[in-house]
């Protein structure tokens, strides 16, 4: 049984969740079938984090701080540990959080601890980035990275939407890192893809939130180091993952690629527009 | 016999100082009349609240959201719905005891959560925990929202209809419940970028986000019915009752209204020694002579050595009714003395601020 949570102001404990039903129709995105989203990019907002990053694309806002590399007590560790938050904020509805949901907690206000779709979200990150941080650089120190959703479009039932999220965070991520300055081997980018069985078309960067939801469809995000012969550092994939076979993975990741290229030659204009 | 070692003097550059001696550095910035911020003793930073900026966003629960935004600091701010059943004993209790209007028991408040960014996760800080209380506590006692704004005008739906009592007037007994709701208002408040004490930011963005709270109507769904089930078991009789499902109708909306909220203002209060004479040289280590301190207003702390430093504060919320302008202040002592004068230019500042 969960105790009382004494520390934050939760209301009286007869209140029941209020959900507002979904009312939102959109049409049909426009977009070719290999275009990005317009995207917007600030980095270093938070002043008192190392390094951060603010995105937002659509109706997903992602704000990632970075802070590092901080000295840790105790004995020596002769590399940096990593570690990776992600949290939403608490209003935004989580896929199959009803399931999840312990009764106690039902204010709307707090979330304690990660649910699984953060903790998802956090490993997926945390993998993604180990591998490129130059680690024995920082003997004795924890690189932390905090991850806050503000906005999201995640869809109650799919994890799908989860995908582009990930991928969305991952960028930003690689964002804040560079912005703290801490050595990295290359920048992560990375890219999402959906592709549809029947048609065997493949959609970059789909918008989950226009009605868009094919059951026949196999997604995919993938992070690469770009100018390190394309490492692949992390993927996920969900949907329809019956017979997958080595040419769909193939066109996933050549897709997911192409999107990540994409993107890291946006994020390379970006920064040398920082710099000058 | 060795000579005394001689001691050399140590020369920082300002940040460097700022950095490990920060009293001797806000000293020396407040004696030539500045702040380290640069700011004036009694200039505040500007404070720019965005209101509703979030509720259009996503698929999200927001009734109400405010964006704002003071020097660096960032502080985002949503506003959820719950709903409580009222208790009708207490009800029929509290019509009988207070006659008056104005008692508190008319108004509520909202239940906010403060969550401050600064790269640690687990259990709140003291800060975020006091912050979050101080916030409710303001708001009820400043009479904000009244009860009636937060009654649930229940509707009934019959074949896809929602009748609501306000509406054809004929069957409005008939299918009004028994039973009464209400919503309860939550809050939660995300800060980025702290650089000082956060209750004027946080409170603005808490009155920016209720004053674009939309209320929805409720209604009662047809497939739910009130209905009584007597059980015994084991000699102990009771009823299992099924409760009505409330959905929420958003196509109905009204704007919370909310009473005025005022302008909040805070100071911290510290003694500036004042500079040694100019006619002293530099390296007068004089210590029998100690300066004559003066006591300074410092509008809107910012950084490290102003908080740490300026132990006295003060807390004015003021409002725009000439004739009640003061809604709340607060006082805290313990550092330098909080005089007559300063506690009046104070209020004076804060009463010129709601003006505005």
């Known amino acids: 049984m969960n105790v009382t949570d004494r520390r934050r102001l939760l209301g009286p404990s007869n209140a029941k969740s209020a959900n507002i039903p979904e009312t939102r129709t959109s049409s049909p995105s426009k977009r070719s079938e290999d275009e990005i989203r317009k995207m917007f990019l600030k980095t270093g907002l938070v002043g008192n ?23 840790i007590k105790g004995s020596f560790i002769d590399r940096a540990s990593f570690s990776v938050e992600c949290k939403f904020l608490p209003h935004i509805p989580q896929p199959n959080e009803e399931t999840f949901k312990n009764q106690s907690g039902s204010a709307s206000n707090v979330r304690t601890g990660l649910t699984t779709v953060e903790q998802k979200l956090s490993s997926y990150i945390e993998t993604a980035f180990l591998h490129s941080i130059i680690l024995e650089k920082y003997p004795k120190s924890t690189i932390d990275v905090f991850v806050t959703i503000i906005s999201a479009d995640t869809t109650s039932s799919s994890n799908k939407s989860l995908l582009n999220l990930c991928n969305w965070v991952s960028n930003c991520t690689s964002l804040a890192l560079v912005d703290s300055g801490i050595e990295v081997k290359d920048m992560v980018t990375s890219g999402q893809v959906s592709l549809n069985k029947s048609t065997n078309k493949i959609l970059m960067d789909p918008d989950y939130s226009n009605n868009y939801s094919e059951d026949d469809s196999v997604d995919c995000v993938c992070s690469y180091m770009n100018m390190l012969n394309d490492v692949v550092v992390g993927f996920w994939i969900d949907g329809n993952q019956d017979d997958l076979d080595e040419q769909t993975m193939q066109k996933l990741f050549e897709n997911c690629n192409g999107m990540s290229k994409k993107i890291r030659s946006n994020f390379n204009s970006y920064l040398r527009g920082t710099i000058e | 016999m060795p000579e005394n070692p001689v001691v050399k003097q140590m020369v920082f550059p ?16 407040l004696s030539v009349g500045l702040r380290p911020s640069l700011r004036g003793f009694n200039e505040f930073r500007p404070m720019e609240v965005s209101e509703g900026g979030l509720n259009d966003v996503g698929k999200n629960n927001l009734i109400g959201s405010s964006v704002v935004k003071s020097g660096d600091t960032r502080v985002i701010c949503g506003i959820t719905l719950g709903i409580v059943e009222e208790n009708s004993v207490d009800k029929i209790l509290s ?15 909202v239940y906010p959560v403060v969550d401050i960014s600064r790269g640690r996760s687990g259990a709140p800080t003291d800060e975020e925990m006091i912050l979050s209380q101080k916030l409710y506590e303001t708001i009820l006692h400043n009479k904000i929202i009244d009860n009636e704004a937060l ?18 007037g004929e069957n409005d007994d008939l299918l009004r419940p028994k039973k009464n709701w209400s919503y309860t208002l939550y809050a939660h408040v995300k800060v980025f970028s702290r650089s000082g004490p956060l209750f004027d930011i946080c409170y603005s963005a808490l009155i920016g986000a209720l004053k674009n709270c939309k209320i929805p109507r409720a209604y009662i769904d047809d497939k739910s019915t009130d ?15 099924e409760s009505y499902n409330l959905l929420l109708d958003t196509n109905y909306n009204e704007n919370l209204s909310i009473k005025e909220a ?12 004042k500079p040694v004479a100019e006619a002293g040289d530099e390296d007068d280590m004089d210590v029998d002579q100690a300066p004559a301190a003066t006591t300074v207003l410092l509008a809107d702390l910012e950084g490290e050595a102003e908080e740490t430093c300026a132990v006295s504060k003060i807390n004015i919320i003021s409002s725009k009714d000439s004739l009640k302008p003061l809604k709340h202040i607060s006082i805290i002592g313990g550092g330098s003395r909080i005089t007559k004068a300063l506690l009046k230019e104070s209020i004076r500042i804060a009463n010129l601020r709601s003006e505005l």
Do not use: M, W
């Not at chain 1, 984090?49 to 000295?71: H, Q």
């Open chain 2, 227 to 241: 209905i009584r089930i007597p059980v015994r078991s084991r000699g102990n009789f009771g009823h299992l009752r």
């Open chain 2, 95 to 109: 019509l009988t005891s207070s006659a008056e209007d104005d008692s508190l028991e008319n108004y509520s408040s």
């Open chain 2, 151 to 168: 009654k649930v005008q229940v509707g009934t739906k019959v074949d896809n209809d929602i009748i609501y009592p306000d509406g054809s």
């Open chain 1, 49 to 71: 984090a190392n390094g951060s990053a603010y995105l937002e694309v659509d109706d997903t806002i992602i704000e990632v701080s970075v802070f590092g590399p901080r000295p």
């Open chain 2, 14 to 29: 300002p940040e460097v100082l700022a950095r490990i001696a920060p009293d001797i550095s806000l000293q020396r910035h």
């Open chain 2, 262 to 273: 005022g302008t909040p203002s805070s100071y911290g209060i510290i003694d500036v020694e």
